[in-house]
């Protein structure tokens, strides 16, 4: 895997292209995406339906590989790996935060933290202490044994991101995470997002809600694959 140098740069995409049916029909879903993410930014992506910004978010999350560019992270280019290069790269760096929650729904909510645990070789005991540790983070610490039919959307919301934060990964990817949430569940996810970033986390949130882009310090609007915008909030300078 090639590499290249390593300083504050987290993130680094140079010339990045997804297009689908090459040829006379073809659509460019992303069209010459250039960006750098630093290590512990609060950085959102906005942009409409058909932006471009989900496809945006699968390939920041080694969820998917670009036509044509680079995309390095934590100095590895990982435009190229096959997918278990890219599912490693997953495992040990990236947590994801979905809209729809993603829980299992026979399962507990600790059981839900511990699955994927499980699935990365974490030992029985390690995973119960890393899976208590993070419910009790999002204070979910009592509802722990509780089912997802048995926990407003807030809190199976704040079960997913304790999946996330389990195994206390560099960067966390929220796709539209407060999509299906009512006000002050939203305020709740939130507040332990920006916590995160404060932690030293690098929190990247997708979202078409501007009053969720507002909260953080950076944002990337995404208008027909293109970046129409990249300003840091307070100085209101362009990157």
Do not use: W
């Not at 992303?30 to 930014?41: A, K, Q, Y």
């Not at 511990?114 to 070789?121: D, F, Q, T, V, W």
């Not at 390690?126 to 407003?152: F, T, Y």
């Not at 310090?217 to 100085?235: A, L, Q, T």
Request: some cysteine.
């Amino acid at each position: 895997m090639e590499k290249c140098a390593v300083d504050d740069k987290l993130i680094e995409i140079i010339d990045m292209k997804k297009i689908y049916n090459p040829g006379e029909n073809e659509v460019r879903a992303l069209d010459g995406i250039n960006v750098t993410i630093n290590r512990n930014e609060l950085v959102a992506i906005i942009g409409h339906s058909g932006s471009g910004k989900s496809t945006f978010m699968n390939m920041l999350g080694c969820l998917d590989v670009p036509t044509e560019g680079k995309y390095y992270l934590n100095g590895t280019d990982v435009s190229n790996l096959t997918d278990d290069e890219q599912s490693d790269i997953r495992n040990k760096e990236i947590g994801f935060i979905f809209q729809g929650f993603n829980l299992i729904g026979n399962l507990t909510a600790l059981e839900n933290v511990e699955l994927p645990l499980m699935y990365r070789g974490v030992g029985a005991k390690e995973r119960r202490q890393l899976s208590i540790r993070a419910l009790e983070r999002v204070g979910l610490g009592h509802r722990m044994d509780h089912k997802p039919n048995q926990m407003s959307g807030g809190q199976q919301q704040r079960v997913a991101i304790a999946r996330a934060i389990a195994q206390a990964p560099p960067i966390i990817l929220a796709d539209e995470p407060t999509g299906n949430l009512d006000s002050k569940s939203t305020d709740e996810i939130m507040k332990i997002l920006i916590d995160l970033h404060n932690e030293g986390r690098t929190v990247i949130i997708i979202t078409h809600d501007d009053e969720i882009a507002q909260q953080t310090k950076r944002v990337i609007r995404i208008r027909d694959g293109k970046i129409e915008s990249d300003v840091r909030r307070g100085s209101g300078e362009e990157v």
